[in-house]
């Protein structure tokens, strides 16, 4: 057997909602870690659950990603395993994020099973915000067309929102009126036992339709990114990218990866100069801007955590100008990625690149003596 | 008062004047709103006066606090050169704020300043800004439905910068052909001595500041009513605060939350897994990111005495929560029992930071 | 069967006069209800406003805070502005409109456990009749 399928009666959210109570009523799990809409109901936030009355209340799979979920799991576990098993129901990202977080030492793995399902991308959160019952509507017809207008950007040219690359323990797959749940992880096994779905071996449909949506996705996001390397090229170009900035660093702030309590951005070192030494760069230049180094948080930012970024685009989101800042950070964690072969979050024994070496690589980048 | 006048723009006429002091070698520096291009506006601390041509005073945004950036540039030590800064009267009282803190100082700054109209958000300076500033321009300053003004604009009573050494009656006049300067302080008479403009006598305009004041205060009561305490309480705070992400955006971009590492983000505040497990327990679910409430109220315990309404909280915040009206409320309430208001005196102590033996007797003892 | 509500009240105590206070209505063996869970600070304002607040958020049914009388001050003025900040805390929560009679300050000196005794009482009955913190069970905080 290679997954078990469920035909869809009411909606995905419900489907995926009863999946989720079976589990925990069987026992297999002490609390659930998943979206839940505020009461104002114009957004959602994650909620750690125990009470099965609240668990009634969830919403798996919302439409838009206000807080990135591995964000918020690093609140609830940076200091230790909790005492609890804990089923996450999260996106793709956000688990690659979570895993990534786990080799900075600043989530804690233990005790906690991921879940994830074929991400139909999230609308930008200011959008949904504004008119959250249009949107409530269109996902399902986005999920079921699996269009990207309107999404967030960066997830229109994501192409790990399926299954493979992230290491969940559980999948939950979607296609024509079907929900497939295929086990990930070893372990996953005795989960997908319990649950008293149809077994399935043929899974051609489903792939099929991932590999399709798969290649859409990579062809945008070959055109983005050549066409992002044309805009970035050079100081000038990058200059011209990020206007509109304010330096508010909010992007480092909902950023998953940033996870300093103080940044080294906002640390005294970076940013209490005396004013004779402001005075003294203004004169270099004829003037500075304040607040000052808007260039130098950016390109710094990405020399920490570029290796890691996940492009989830939570960046972009949270920024009050809508400056590309997810796309550029996507495009360039790409680049260095490559260059390590390295996918970040897909394997949590794999090491982060630069906390690590190997003394044979990267030749190609020294300037030795005996150079030809 | 002694006033200069000229036939220019505002924006001209600033510009001529931070064109002579530099000549006349009385600055050293200009620090004033520059605009890069037609969405790229900042604070530029200016050495260059060929550079002055970017400068654009008035337009109605705030990328940041000036009063903030101008702790930036004063915490460590104070000037040793006069430089000129133009900025809004909210700014230069969170400056004083900041100087009461030991987080800037005043010394060597000549600042000019102006009766404001308000700022158009900057998250709506994102699109059709031109038209935006037009209809800003054109329409006078009782006139508070202008599009995108921020709210806490709208309701600022303070809009005339009692402190500045230079004050342009802007708003008053709403004309944008002639400008006026009124040299307030001695400081100011001698920075503008030689200046070339017709000098006349004029005082700020009373009738109009007190007609605009009047609107805005009318306007306050009606944006205030919907925040009373009754209609809050928990659970109309959870109503507006329960999209906040934790991100402390507000705090960054507030000029009085001047902290280098925020308590709210310090390992003290963090409670670890027994405590949440326990909470979990109680409660049967928990919220994450955790204690977004507890940051909001905290904050207004530490800095509500000193918030003076500026709205850049408002403006920074990714889910367009309205932290500058709840903050500025709760401002206006915390200030009123101690009849304190910030940045209007920089010799007043930040009730806070002092005590009288015989008051509020009434407390501790029954 | 219907439970009786214990309240429990988070006790700062200022370690020279309202700690002294209550130990002395502990050794004189004066009845009162068991509802503070008393913590010991050098002065009464060692305590920051936000402890006030992080006990209330989370699920404590009341605050007391005691310290000497003013002008008993061991460090001369601290309780002045223990009271400034209690005004300040008391004035934030009325004005959201959020309960202001779970905290309360107390003026108790080493000698006075008989005071001691009475503002835990009245205290103490006073949050019975109030009811449980409704915030202890509030999720979205
Ligand atoms: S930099 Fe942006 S896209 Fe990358 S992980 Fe951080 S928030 Fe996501
Ligand atoms: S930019 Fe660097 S220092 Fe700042 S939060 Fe990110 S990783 Fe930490
Ligand atoms: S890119 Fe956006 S979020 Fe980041 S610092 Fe600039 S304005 Fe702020
Ligand atoms: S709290 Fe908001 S309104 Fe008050 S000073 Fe800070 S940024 Fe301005
Ligand atoms: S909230 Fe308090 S600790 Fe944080 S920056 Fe503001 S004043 Fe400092
Ligand atoms: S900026 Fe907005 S979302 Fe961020 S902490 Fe403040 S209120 Fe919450
Ligand atoms: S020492 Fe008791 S209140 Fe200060």
Redesign the pocket.
Known sequence: MKGKIIEIKSDLNTAIKNIIKTLVQKKLFDAVFVPVRIPSRESFAYLLIKDKEILESITPLPPTMPVQGARALKDLTRLGKLNLRILCIMRPCEIRAAVELAKLRQITLQNLTFFSFDCPGVFPTAEYIKSPEKYDQNIIEKIKAWQEDGLRPNCSICVNFSHYNTPADLHIGFYRNHLLIYPVSKNSQKILDILSYRAEDDLTEWENSINTLLKKKKENRSRKFSLLSNQTKGIENLEEF?T?????????RVCPICYCRQCFFESPEQSHHEAEEYLARAKEKGGIRFPPERMV??LGRMNHMALSCVGCGS?ED????D?P?GQIFSFIGNEVQKMFDYLPGKNLEEPIPLLTFKEDELHEYEDTREKK | MKALKLSQSPDNAIGSLLKYLFEQNKISAAFVLCKNNSRDYFYGLITDKNLLEKITPTTPIMPSSAGKMLSKLTMLEPLTSPIAVVLRPCEMRAFYELIKLEQARPDNILFISFTCKGVISIKESKDGFEEKIEAYQKNPATELTLPGLRQCCQICENFVPENADIILPLIEKNDLNNTTFLIKTEKAEDFVQGFEAETVEEELNDTEISKIKEKRARKKAEVFANITPDKLGMKGLIDIFGRCLNCHACGRACPICYCNLCYFDSADSEVGPKAYEAETETKGAYRLPANTIFYHIGRMIHISLSCIGCGMCTDVCPVSIPVGTIFTRVAESAQEVFKYIPGRNIEEKIPILTFKINEFEEIGEE | MEQTFNPRIIGFLCNWCSYAGADLAGVSRLQMPPSIIPIRVMCSSRVDPLFILTALLRGSDAVLVAGCHPGDCHYQYGNYHTRRRIVLFNKIFETLGLETDRVRLAWVSASEGGRYRDVVTQFTEHIKEKGPNPLKKEIFL
Do not use: A, Q
């Open positions: 990020f509109g900035c304010i330096n508010c660093h909010n992007c480092m948080f950016h960046c949270g920024c009050p100008m400056v800042v």
